[in-house]
């Protein structure tokens, strides 16, 4: 009879620290990601041109290396297009920086729109 009454109590004390301890592991979690969105609001989308990038392992290559830019949020790529579709914050990086990043992670020459193409 003790040893069941000792099961009992210690089943309560761990389904009391998880209920307990999981809503805070949780919102501490997601404060930091909803406040660095809420401070930006100079997004910009930018698509490069990766003449070279023609696989899926160099796809995953130009996003490694670009998301390694402070500000960059995302970043598509597509091989067939040969482009990388970056949104970054332009207050923290430019598309020459993200450029400069992806050819000395990749080797990969990447260009910058001359023109206003980018999308905000």
């Not at 990969?108 to 206003?116: S, Y």
């Amino acid at each position: 009879m003790k040893i069941i009454g000792l099961v009992a109590a210690v089943v309560m004390v761990v389904a009391v620290t998880v209920v307990v301890v999981r809503p805070r592991a949780t919102a501490r979690n997601q404060a930091p990601e909803a406040a660095s969105q809420a401070v930006s609001t100079n997004w910009q989308t930018v698509t490069l041109s990766v003449p070279k990038m023609d696989c899926a392992g160099c796809e995953i290559g130009v996003r490694i290396a670009a998301s390694k830019v402070d500000g960059v949020k995302e970043v598509k790529t597509d091989s067939d297009k040969r482009t990388a579709d970056v949104t970054f914050d332009t207050a923290k990086a430019t598309a020459q920086a993200i450029a400069n990043a992806i050819k000395t992670g990749t080797g990969f020459d990447t260009e910058v729109p001359r023109t206003g193409k980018s999308k905000t």
